[in-house]
């Protein structure tokens, strides 16, 4: 109950103040194992997306999102807790293969995941290359992949910088399936590698992002 409650206000404060253009909603799955495979711009893309998504869905969060002190460290925890999203120890060396583990976890009972292929937030605006633990996820998990592209929310939460006020873009492209390199029987590193390219060229067309590798 809580996390709908603080689902209803971020939603209704990032109306009024973001008024985000959504697109492609008919293409999330409303039931099953599902990824949202997105481009990463700002800090916000991990609120903006559970928000137009009409599923719970679940990101990776850095763990110093959780250690902070004070009245603002307070609230960042109290925030992630009730989103449920999972922190993540960057100094620990194990820490990719820990949180693959527990968003497999999170697949496997049904659920929707979040995931940035780029492993971190462009700081160029460009589409970099993208990693394959999304697509490991897939193949694993058998979920299907829902390419996302956003815009404009550099522009709204620049890094380092101060918010400000702006307009975003959420689009939601088709599901992909990752069935087709299972039943074909391809090499797991090369299905993975595959898998990740469709993604990515994916992500590019609905982001307009020009791709760097």
């Known amino acids: 109950m809580t996390y709908r409650v603080l689902?209803?206000?971020v939603s209704i404060l990032s109306?009024?103040?973001l008024r985000p253009r959504v697109t492609g909603i008919d293409n999330i799955p409303r039931k099953g194992p599902v990824i949202f495979a997105s481009n990463h711009l700002s800090f916000i893309d991990s609120i903006l997306i559970p928000i137009t998504v009409p599923r719970h869905v679940t990101f990776l969060a850095k763990k110093e999102y959780w250690t902070g002190r004070g009245i603002k460290g307070g609230l960042s925890r109290w925030?992630?807790?009730?989103?449920?999203?999972?922190?993540?120890?960057?100094?620990d060396p194990r820490?990719?293969?820990?949180?693959?583990?527990?968003?497999?976890?999170?697949?496997?009972?049904?659920?929707?995941?979040?995931?940035?292929p780029e492993g971190t937030r462009s700081r160029d605006?460009?589409?970099?290359?993208?990693?394959?633990?999304a697509a490991w996820l897939a193949l694993t998990g058998k979920a299907l992949v829902v390419p996302?592209?956003?815009?404009?929310?550099d522009k709204v939460k620049p890094i380092g910088k101060m918010p400000r006020l702006g307009r975003v873009e959420v689009h939601f492209g088709a599901p992909i399936d990752p069935s087709r390199q299972i039943e074909a029987g391809t090499k797991p590193a090369?299905?993975?590698r595959e898998l990740t390219e469709e993604?990515?060229?994916a992500i590019q067309k609905l982001s307009g992002q020009e791709r760097v590798d």
Do not use: C, W
């Not at 925030?79 to 100094?91: G, K, W």
């Not at 605006?125 to 633990?133: A, E, P, R, S, V």
């Not at 996302?148 to 929310?153: D, E, I």
């Open 125 to 133: 605006g460009k589409l970099h290359k993208g990693h394959t633990g």
């Open 7 to 9: 689902k209803l206000i």
């Open 148 to 153: 996302v592209g956003l815009k404009g929310t």
């Open 199 to 201: 993604v990515m060229t």
């Open 79 to 91: 925030f992630f807790t009730t989103m449920e999203h999972i922190p993540v120890d960057r100094n």
């Open 190 to 192: 090369k299905a993975r």
């Open 15 to 17: 109306l009024v103040l």
């Open 95 to 116: 820490a990719g293969q820990r949180s693959l583990e527990d968003a497999l976890a999170v697949l496997e009972e049904g659920g929707a995941f979040g995931i940035y």
